[in-house]
């Protein structure tokens, strides 16, 4: 498979209403059930350089619907988070 076909079957993921207190490893240990997390990103406030409330993690296509079906309103440390393509 050439890098763009693979690209092609990537979807970004944007997991939305997080903790604080939530971190990367958490997240991965949340979607990688459904298959690999290729890449994981928690864009920070440009004025705070605080950590967004919001992440993007990116995961094979097939893999990334199954996760967003089965996430989206599920409870991260008490809180109902929201999951859709990014």
């Known amino acids: 498979m050439t890098d763009e076909q693979r690209s092609d079957n990537i ?14 490893a958490a997240i991965r240990a949340l979607f990688e059930p459904f298959g690999e997390v290729l890449a994981y990103e928690r864009p920070t406030d440009e004025q705070t350089d605080a950590a967004g409330t919001y992440i993007l993690i990116r995961m094979d296509q097939v893999d990334a619907d199954r996760a967003i079906d089965a996430l989206d309103g599920a409870k991260l440390d008490g809180q109902a988070v929201h999951v859709s393509p990014a």
């Open 11 to 24: 979807q970004r993921i944007r997991v939305e209403r997080l903790p604080a207190s939530v971190d990367e």
